[in-house]
């Protein structure tokens, strides 16, 4: 009972990250995420994001795309081109054929990466020279 008046009482603060059903199919987005819009879809070319374990995405301005692995994570870079769906997601094709889209939300000052299978990634945005 005790957890049900906590749970209640984070939902009610806002304080508590709460998937919505109404937000995202998968349930993967909590409330307070805001897909990226047509703007900052656009402004990926030469960006790059840097991920808490070090590994990095780099957007190239040809629809190039790249993700190096962090030291930790054995180095290594995975290259491949990207484009933006019309859902809003961002998909990325590899040279050694595999596939996958994304989804790029704002939620309070942070970027996350959603990936089709509900997996949450804070990043750190940084714009290449």
């Known amino acids: 009972m005790k957890h ?18 109404v937000l995202a199919q998968d ?5 307070d995420d805001q897909p990226y819009d047509e703007e900052a879809l656009a402004a990926l070319p030469g960006q790059s994001f840097v991920f808490y374990d070090d590994g990095e ?9 790249s993700y190096t692995y962090s030291a930790a994570n054995g180095g290594g870079t995975a290259w ?13 094709t590899f040279v050694n054929g595999m596939s ?10 942070r970027t996350v990466v959603i990936t089709s299978d509900g997996q949450r990634f804070p990043v750190r945005l940084s714009h290449l020279p």
């Open 100 to 109: 996958r889209c994304d989804q790029y939300v704002t939620n309070r000052d």
């Open 57 to 65: 995405a780099l957007f190239g301005d040809d629809g190039a795309y």
């Open 80 to 92: 491949g081109s990207y484009r933006v769906a019309q859902d809003g997601r961002v998909c990325v």
């Open 4 to 21: 049900l008046m906590l749970l209640a009482f984070f939902v009610l603060i806002g304080s508590f990250p709460v998937p919505s059903d």
């Open 27 to 31: 349930g993967a987005m909590w409330v």
